[in-house]
Every structure is written in structure tokens, then in C-alpha cells.
């Protein structure tokens, strides 16, 4: 059974950093291209950034140069520095394989920027 859990949120003021964190468990991650996305309040869920087996990355233009996704292998964990946080950024944070599978959603983690 797979079992990805998020954490690593919380309050934050502008211009402030976080680094979230994917947990696995019953899959290894490098072998997929894995994804954070997130979900604002009455918007829907948006692909955040990728990072593939081999390590290549990608990003949405509204994080590129603020948000950095890594992986960590014998962790079995991907995680997402996310540094210059805008109110906008606002979110729950989910990771997921890309595309994503439906069974593998988590509970997110939730990411709040407010002064």
C-alpha cells in the first residue's frame, strides 16, 4: 500500500522560506517522476514541480527561482525549498507521482503567508 504524507507547513510571513516534506512508504520514489502541487481555497489543485528519475526538474512560472524540488534517495523522501513566499503561495501542498494517481493522494500540508 502506498502512503505518501506531507509536512513542513505552517505560518509564514512574506518573503519568508518553508521546506516541505514527501514521505513514502510501499514506493520507491526515484523510479517515478514525482510532483508537489497545490490547492488554494476555491481554486483547483495546480502542478507545483516535477522532478524525474534522472533527476530533471521543472517548474510552474509563478515559483520558478523561488521554489527548489529535490529528492532524497535512501530517505525515500522528495522535498520542495520554497524561499521569497508571497501570500499568493498560499496553499495545501500535496506531492504526488506525475500524473498523479488518484489513490496516492495524501492529507497535504497546509502553507499559509500572512503577515
Known amino acids: 500500500q502506498v502512503q505518501l504524507v506531507e509536512s513542513g507547513g505552517g505560518l509564514v510571513q512574506p518573503g519568508g522560506s518553508l521546506r516541505l516534506s514527501c514521505a513514502a512508504s510501499?514506493?520507491?520514489?526515484?523510479?517515478?517522476?514525482m510532483g508537489w502541487y497545490r490547492q488554494a481555497p476555491g481554486k483547483e489543485r495546480d502542478l507545483v514541480a516535477t522532478?524525474?528519475?534522472?533527476?530533471?526538474?521543472n517548474y510552474a512560472d509563478s515559483v520558478k527561482g523561488r521554489f527548489t524540488i529535490n529528492r532524497d534517495n535512501p530517505k525515500n523522501t522528495v522535498y520542495l525549498q520554497m524561499n521569497s513566499l508571497k501570500p499568493e503561495d498560499t496553499a495545501v501542498y500535496y506531492c504526488n507521482t506525475h500524473p498523479p494517481q488518484r489513490r496516492y493522494w495524501g492529507q497535504g500540508t497546509q502553507v499559509t503567508v500572512s503577515s
Open positions: 510501499g514506493i520507491i520514489l526515484s523510479m517515478y517522476t
Open positions: 522532478i524525474t528519475s534522472g533527476g530533471s526538474t
